[in-house]
């Protein structure tokens, strides 16, 4: 089993061999985890924040999110259904990825992952989804023709009950797994945190903080995420948002970004002050390679800024179309500045040797399977999903009476 | 479809499926080649090696001998084992380089630089560790550590997530680009479970490679730890490497 290896592959690796700073072990040329596992811990953490705004509504009552509750539970349905496929495409052996179910190592904290996720998916989400979405199944299959009919039929798995009792228990239902939901989600990005937090060979990684700093994160990427679906939806239907819906999710926004600025600045404080070995190559390493992406992207254009912007939209009461404006370019700004932070440790972790004597470098292919492109599709694929889930499960009510609007 | 077509497809596949079916077999009988023999017993053995780094002349054969031994793709990005070369000078700055890199020797010798201190090679490979990171990651346990505290990896069960490639300190692991699997150091135990030593070690010239057992007595390398001042890598780390240095300097990582 030898020769050449792939043409592109020596070209990759000769490239970022030539780039490489001070000296590295032979074996860290080759990044190992590139742009796909970026996306990954991206749109899990879409997923985990999605859900978890809105749980407000279900778990704390938070009566102006209602608006958005489908909105969020679809938007968490439709990452949710990517989330798996970039770890599946970066595998060697994609084929035999049923191993990790099948055959899972327990101590390793990928192999649960995949228990995790299914249990999310299978066990919350779309458990959740139904309940929440029965009352309405029911009608549409009985108002729908021809196909349609069936397809609803079989969505609301044929239940045709419409009793104020079993309304009543959907909602409880609902309720329950909301409340079991919450820990799921934090379990969910807490996990994804811990896969890297748990590597003590890396130091940029290994942080007990990595989990709950990942958690944090993603609560701001998803309920952004929301926002800018929201404003978003009622651009392209032309329809008036409801401003305190808004509002309310700006706050918990605001919120989430001070604990997520607080922690990861913790973080940086706590690894400056302690200023053990790998500080050195850590500071070279964000001063140069991580300059761009971490200060500028992720801390000032990603996080102070919005920061700052949606302080001022509660400080000074601006009018609706400005807010709408001034929100919609913050969410932008903030699902950049998560996705630099996920760069920044996947990739930040990978550019600096474990002799903590060099730097290495990253070039990104633009097409293939570990590509640019591919990143761009799957983090276009939720949208596609979106439209679909949009289209099936309408997030708005049939009925005036009913309390969700969005 | 019709039924005759159906079945005149089933026919046709059944047979080639019993054709496909033959490839692993070829791929296990050239397994066994390397297997142990029938009367080795793994638990009786607990291997390591020793590395005298003042013996060590950077000579880059067991480098060679490697990649010719384990079919190690010849690029310069994938090293089971390899030659690192540090120079201290006298202000305390010490330069890595990587030997085994190098597309040609150099020609002519390095001028003097009276403000070096001391250079010296380090030979490094996989640490063997008695509590490996790696083997801890790995999610489907396609890497593991047999009774003789060998680390290896299962090819024909490894998914190729790179966990275990993240998780080893000492980068000694890559994937292989033709298997598409983590690949790294066995101690080339298609050898040493014969009673050969590790290629390494064979043509090493200087014997600054010990290879040893260390439930043997009177062993080599049980020796090389008792006369020696010994140090291994990276052991705050706590992962217990079987691979024990004398003379290291404190500037290697």
């Known amino acids: ?49 999605a859900f978890i705004l809105a749980s407000l509504v279900k778990v704390f009552n938070v009566v102006e999110v209602q608006p958005i509750y489908r909105l969020a539970l679809l938007t968490a349905l439709a990452f949710m259904l990517v989330a798996g496929m970039p770890l599946q495409l970066h595998l060697g052996h994609p084929e035999r990825a049923y191993e990790i179910f ?5 101590t390793s904290a990928m192999a649960m ?68 939901g919450i820990p799921s989600a934090f379990l969910l990005h807490g996990y994804v945190g811990f896969i890297f937090g748990s590597v003590k060979a890396n130091p940029w990684w290994g942080s007990v903080l990595m989990p709950i700093v990942f958690l944090m994160s993603a609560i701001v990427s998803g309920i952004a995420m929301v ?66 992406s971490l200060v500028v992207v992720q801390v000032l254009f990603g996080m102070l800024l919005p920061l700052l912007v949606i302080a001022l939209v509660r400080i000074f009461r601006l009018n609706e179309e400005l807010r709408k404006l001034l929100y919609f370019t913050s969410s932008l700004l903030i699902l950049l500045g998560i996705f630099a932070m996920r760069w ?36 276009a694929l939720p949208f596609v999903f979106l439209t679909v889930l949009f289209w099936l499960l309408p997030p708005r009510w049939m009925k005036t009476n009913a309390p969700g609007t969005a | 479809m019709n039924k005759r077509e159906f079945l005149r497809q089933v026919v046709s596949f059944l047979p080639a499926a019993g054709l496909l079916r033959m490839f692993p077999e070829t791929a296990e009988a050239k397994e066994l080649i390397s297997a142990p023999t029938a009367d080795y017993d793994p638990t009786k053995h607990w291997y390591g090696m020793g590395v005298d780094v003042d013996k060590c002349i950077g000579c880059n054969r067991c480098v060679e001998a490697c990649k010719a031994e384990n079919a190690v793709p010849e690029e310069p990005f994938y090293f089971r084992t390899w030659i690192e070369r540090y120079k201290i000078r006298s202000d305390g700055e010490t330069t890595v380089e990587c030997i085994s890199t190098r ?47 060998v680390v290896l990896v299962d090819a024909t069960r490894c998914i190729g997530c790179r966990y275990c490639i993240q998780a080893c300190p000492y980068g000694a692991r890559y994937l292989n680009p033709h298997t598409r699997t983590a690949d790294k150091c066995t101690f080339c ?32 390398l049980v020796r090389f730890q008792r006369v020696n001042q010994i140090s291994v890598l990276k052991p705050d780390l706590n992962t217990e490497p079987k691979v024990l240095y004398a003379q290291l300097d404190g500037e290697v990582r």
């Not at chain 1, 099948?102 to 327990?106: A, C, E, M, V």
Request: aromatic residues 10%; hydrophobic residues 45%.
């Open chain 1, 102 to 106: 099948f055959t899972p190592q327990t």
């Open chain 1, 113 to 180: 992952f995949g228990f995790v996720y299914l249990w999310y998916l299978m066990g919350i989400l779309l458990i959740e989804i139904w309940f929440e979405y029965r009352q309405q199944l029911i009608l549409m299959a009985r108002e729908a023709k021809g196909l349609m009919k069936g397809v609803y039929s079989a969505l609301s798995l044929f239940s045709k009950d419409l009793s104020p009792e079993a309304l009543a228990f959907d909602k409880k239902a609902s309720k329950v797994i909301t409340i079991i």
């Open chain 1, 1 to 49: 089993m030898s020769g050449a290896i792939p043409q592109g592959l020596y070209e990759q690796l000769s490239h970022q061999l030539s780039q490489v700073i001070g000296f590295i072990y032979p074996n860290e040329v080759e990044t190992q985890w590139a742009i796909l596992i970026v996306v990954y811990p991206y749109i899990t953490g879409i997923v985990a924040g």
């Open chain 1, 227 to 292: 926002m800018f679906l929201y404003i978003l939806l009622s651009m392209l239907r032309n329809e008036k948002l409801d401003m305190r819906c808004l509002d309310k999710i700006g706050l918990f926004l605001m919120v989430a970004i001070i604990v997520d600025f607080a922690l990861e600045s913790l973080d940086y404080i706590h690894r400056i002050y302690q200023s053990e070995e790998s500080i050195g190559i850590l500071t070279q390493l964000v001063s140069s390679k991580l300059f761009t």
């Open chain 2, 189 to 220: 135990y298609h050898r040493i479970t014969k009673g050969l030593l590790p290629a390494c070690v064979e043509v090493c010239p200087t014997e600054a490679r010990i290879f040893g057992d260390f439930k043997g007595q009177a062993d080599r």
């Open chain 1, 344 to 379: 920044n440790v996947v990739i930040g972790g990978q550019l600096y040797s474990k002799s903590l004597r060099g730097l290495m470098a990253y070039k990104m292919e633009i097409t293939g399977i570990e590509s640019l492109v591919m990143a761009l599709a799957l983090l």
């Open chain 2, 103 to 149: 597309e040609a020797p150099p020609e002519q010798a390095e001028p003097e630089d009276p403000n070096v201190v001391r250079t010296f090679f380090v030979p490094k490979l996989c640490n063997q560790c008695a509590h490996p990171p790696c083997v801890q990651v790995c999610p489907v346990g396609a890497t593991f550590q047999t009774s003789d505290g």
